[in-house]
Nanobody, 123 residues
Framework: QVQLVESGGGLVQAGGSLRLSCAAS????????MGWYRQAPGKQRELVAG???????NYANPVKGRFTISQDNAKNTVYLQMNSLKPEDTAVYYC?????????????????WGQGTQVTVSS
């Protein structure tokens, strides 16, 4: 009974900005890490950015300096601020979380995925 709900995708011109949000809800004990992946048509899903429970971040090389991941631990929410968007950023963006759930053994972590939100960058 854990859900990740994404919002903030849309259509934007090259050079523009979007801010994605992902809120986790349900039977959550703790969240080890949250992140964003993306998948373009005909391509594999790839990591965009990740953040752990203490705020340590990592980014894929193509988005370094342009995207910023952040979190609000009290709200179990992760954000992705995307600036200087390029057409090659066009993809479906998926929120991901590593979650410890009520009722599971201590230390057991499950992967959860959001429904995906479309980001389209026009040239």
């Amino acid at each position: 009974q854990v859900q990740l709900v994404e919002s903030g995708g849309g259509l934007v011109q090259a050079g523009g900005s979007l801010r994605l949000s992902c809120a986790a809800s349900g039977s959550i004990v703790s969240i080890n890490a949250m992140g964003w992946y993306r998948q373009a048509p005909g391509k594999q899903r790839e990591l965009v950015a990740g953040i752990n429970s203490v705020g340590s971040t990592n980014y894929a090389n193509p988005v370094k300096g342009r995207f910023t991941i952040s979190q609000d631990n009290a709200k179990n929410t992760v954000y992705l601020q995307m600036n200087s968007l390029k057409p090659e950023d066009t993809a479906v963006y998926y929120c991901h979380a590593e979650i410890q759930r009520h009722g599971d053994r201590v230390g057991v972590v499950y992967d959860h995925w959001g429904q995906g939100t479309q980001v389209t960058v026009s040239s």
